[in-house]
């Protein structure tokens, strides 16, 4: 086999017809500056490829159920191996996926508790066990020899009446005696009960001294088969000293008399009828109809099942002295130890020795990925991209697959620099199985790590798409070209700030408790940059993201305020806006672009519509819309592509013949500004566009603002759905730069950085500052050192994750924390300088 993947020609997006060769089973990053062809080669190019090469060789029937990538723009890649890609999206939006599915960890446990799990009963709590006649027989047979007993059938248990039909039917029967409410009586006498009163009646069906004899065990099992017969699974054998001793042959409670359902893997199911809790259907929650009047629906736990999904009788069976859904709510941390020392007998261990070892080692891996703070019950919908990333890593070394092409997107994303070690240990680990690990990064401790290194560049967009350099680390940091390389060996860094910005009046959230965090009151000053930091799993999102800009956007925008997870909110009054600027993509449908979303594009359209050609024509500023019928398109309706579906084979999308992709008709595109259509404004770069309108202020405004934000390359009308996530931030955030400043906004970031190169990191901060001399208020969710050195202040939740985070450990200006603070945050800070 090839000991090389070698790419000849790749000219994916901004690629320039690269030739690339890379080594086999080893650890290989590839980085650069934000817009560089990093995604293009990795996830556009050599993905692309080996998936749809896999697919190709199924047969056409398979195919149709599959989705399918399209060829790549390549001319040919040779010693490629099956890919599969890791990337940096949410593991699923279903509320019934939680880490325990996605993990397959709550699969082995169900067939765990299914096979070596104890029923109890639901009312009164007892032990339930379904014996065979067998069984039953060994079990009275294990009495002392001259022992006298007698075999019973209990027909009748606590149940009001007189019960003179079931009495004649015994005593026809043959029966002699039976034992009525704790009195042995006889068949033949005249029994008058109560019909108010409940009874517990018991036919006497055999009398018996315990001998060590042959003969006595066929009688005793002749007995038993009867009493079974007579009372549908339920036999009774009372002793010298009155008491009554129940076996059962089929589950149920000999006490309550409740019957409960085989256990098999369905039961524990919250996806299946047969486990789910019936009134919230296995979700584990319900929405409360919106009162009249009132501007919110409220979601709230199950009070059925309390938020775990399943029937009572589902949860009443026990591995250890833990129910599944006990198993379940426990941390990966927690579940380690658990698992580790749980006691088993013989014939338990002897089953469940296969399933206990899967569920040990998908807890190991996720304990290596970092994520020991996560729960098995934490729903997948509430998962970061990072987690969710390290979560399908952990997946995936459980398979044990060798020989394959991994490929991910920044996993270091979310996760501190304490753990930060473990999941390299993992992808080394990856790779020493046999396989070959390509992993875009800018994490530096990942770049020293690794076995090759490829930097694009040398700039972003139609300035990027080649090889500045590739190699082992030491020969990208001896490179005199690469700004990797300058970044690495210390010649460059992130520039720390000059000035002190001082603390003066704070916005304070007083008793958060939602999930995690310890009823914590937190200050945030106003009109500083503040940077939350702390290990994963700590409660920096769920304080930020869902107590903070939730509450405060209540208090700001709504009559009827409401806090959520919090008790109160004070000094919101120095704000009127809060504006949470996330990852998400800017549209979600190819129409949507820089130029749209930025608002820049109205100007032009009107720029456009002022022409003396179009007031001649009678053309206004829809006519230069694509998006509505008069001057685009009709045949593509101005997206200048069409969708050709393939069913089994993927779509394909050709350029309109019609309009040759430029998303308008021809009348339109006869209106010139300096020779320049408005198709062709909207291929110009931001650098292009900044030339070519720097005499009109209100569009060059908005262009600046997208040049400062580091978005020079990025094209006008470039489709949203192919921006990066780091790249829809930027675009919101100069759209936020654009307008005008109040001083009163609060801006919300989380991990800004996701995607960003050293470079692009000083540039964000740049811009994040410029927020923040107009007078905002800037608080980022962060792990980058750079970013947390160049805060005014620092508030670190910890000390760990989980329920073993949720507190503040320091907070105050970087200096102090470095000088002495004791989180882990502190503690990088003052070992990394």
Excluded at 288 to 309: D, F, N
Excluded at 726 to 735: D, I, T
Excluded at 814 to 821: D, F, H, N, Y
Aim: with cysteine; hydrophobic share 35%; proline share 4%.
């Amino acid at each position: 086999m090839s000991q090389t993947i070698h790419i000849k020609g790749a000219r994916e997006h901004n690629l320039k017809n690269l030739d690339v060769v890379l080594p086999r089973d080893r650890l290989v990053v590839v980085t650069g500056l934000s817009g560089s062809g990093k995604s293009s080669l990795s996830f556009d190019t050599i993905y692309a490829e080996g998936q749809r090469r896999y697919v190709e060789s199924l047969s056409a029937y398979a195919r149709q159920f599959l989705e399918q990538m399209g060829k790549p723009d390549v001319d040919s890649i040779e010693g490629l191996s099956p890919a599969i890609s890791i990337e940096q999206k949410s593991t699923s939006h279903n509320p019934r996926s939680t880490v325990g599915t996605v993990t397959e960890i709550y699969d082995y446990l169900r067939l765990l508790f299914a096979r070596v799990g104890r029923p109890f009963c639901v009312n009164c709590g007892q032990p339930i066990t379904a014996q065979t006649v067998q069984q039953m027989v060994d079990a009275i047979g294990a009495l002392p020899v001259g022992s006298k007993f007698q075999i019973l059938a209990p027909i009748v248990r606590g149940r009001k009446g007189e019960y003179r039909k079931e009495l004649a039917d015994a005593r026809r029967a043959g029966y002699v005696r039976a034992r009525i409410d704790g009195t042995i009586v006889g068949l033949d006498e005249a029994i008058a009960l109560d019909k108010q009163r409940k009874h517990t009646i018991e036919i006497v069906v055999d009398r018996l001294v315990m001998k060590d004899e042959e003969s006595l065990q066929r009688r005793l099992a002749d007995s038993v088969e009867t009493a079974l017969k007579l009372t549908q699974g339920l036999v009774g054998v009372l002793g010298e000293t009155g008491e009554v001793t129940l076996y059962s042959e089929q589950l149920a409670c000999i006490t309550c008399g409740v019957s409960y359902p085989e256990l098999a893997p369905r039961v524990f199911s919250f996806n299946s009828p047969h486990g789910a809790c019936p009134a919230c259907d296995g979700i584990g929650y319900e929405v409360s109809a919106c009162p009249e009047g009132q501007e919110y629906s409220e979601t709230y736990r199950c009070p059925v099942c309390r938020g775990t999904r399943l029937k009572a009788e589902s949860l009443a069976v026990k591995v250890g002295d833990k129910s599944i859904a006990g198993v379940t709510q426990l941390s990966i941390r927690e579940a380690v130890p658990f698992f580790a020392d749980l006691e088993l007998n013989e014939r338990e261990r002897m089953i469940g020795r296969r399933i206990l070892k899967e569920i040990r080692e998908r807890l190991e891996f996720l304990l290596n990925v970092g994520l020991d703070y996560l729960t098995l019950d934490r729903a997948a919908a509430t998962l970061s991209g990072g987690e969710g990333q390290r979560i399908r890593l952990a997946t995936q070394i459980g398979s044990g697959l060798v020989g394959v092409l991994y490929i991910l997107d920044e996993p270091s994303i979310g996760l501190h620099q304490r753990d930060n070690h473990r999941l390299l240990q993992t992808l080394l680990r990856l790779r020493d199985l046999g396989n070959t690990v390509l992993v875009v990064e800018h994490d530096a401790a990942t770049m020293r790590v690794a076995d090759h290194i490829v930097d694009m560049g040398p700039g972003a967009g139609v300035y990027g798409g080649s090889i500045v350099v590739q190699g082992s680390p030491a020969e990208v940091m001896r490179h005199p070209d690469s700004l990797t390389g300058q970044y690495l060996r210390g010649e460059k860094r992130v520039a720390l700030p000059a000035r002190t910005r001082r603390a003066g009046k704070f916005l304070t959230v007083a008793g958060a408790d939602k999930h995690n965090l310890q009823s914590v009151t937190a200050k945030f000053p106003l009109g500083l940059l503040t940077c939350v930091t702390g290990v994963s799993g700590s409660g920096k999102s769920t304080l930020m993201l869902e107590v903070l800009f939730p509450s405060l956007s209540s208090l700001l925008y709504h009559r009827r305020p409401r806090m959520e997870g919090c008790r109160a909110l004070k000094g919101a009054d120095a704000l009127d806006k809060v504006i949470d600027i996330d990852q998400s993509p800017i549209g979600r449908t190819p129409r949507s672009n820089p130029a749209t979303y930025t608002g820049v594009f109205t100007f032009i359209r009107d720029l456009f519509a002022g022409l003396p050609e179009s007031r001649v024509r009678g053309y206004k500023p829809g006519r230069y819309s694509f998006n509505v019928k008069g001057g685009r398109c009709e045949a593509c309706q101005g997206g200048g592509l069409l969708k050709i579906e393939m069913h089994f084979l993927p779509d394909v999308y050709v350029t309109c013949e019609a309009c040759k992709g430029r998303r308008y008709n021809r009348e339109t595109l006869d209106v010139r500004h300096k020779g320049k259509s408005i198709a062709d404004v909207l291929d110009m770069t931001v650098a292009e566009a900044q030339d070519f309108f720097e005499h009109i202020p209100a569009i060059a405004r908005k262009l600046q603002t997208l040049a400062d934000v580091g978005l020079h390359y990025v094209k006008l009308g470039q489709s949203a759905t192919t921006l990066s996530g780091g790249e829809a931030q930027r675009v919101k955030l100069s759209r936020e730069l654009s307008k005008r400043p109040t001083g009163r906004t609060l801006y919300l970031l989380d991990e800004p950085t996701t995607g960003l190169h050293f470079a692009d990191v000083q540039r964000l901060l740049d811009v994040l500052n410029r927020l923040v001399e107009h007078g905002n208020t800037v608080l980022v969710i962060e792990h980058n050192l750079d970013v947390i050195r160049n805060a005014d202040w620092i508030l670190d939740l910890g000390p760990d994750g989980g329920n073993a985070g949720g507190r503040i450990v320091d907070e105050g200006p970087p200096a102090e924390l470095i000088k002495s603070g004791t989180s882990w945050t502190a503690q990088v800070l003052r070992e990394e300088g």
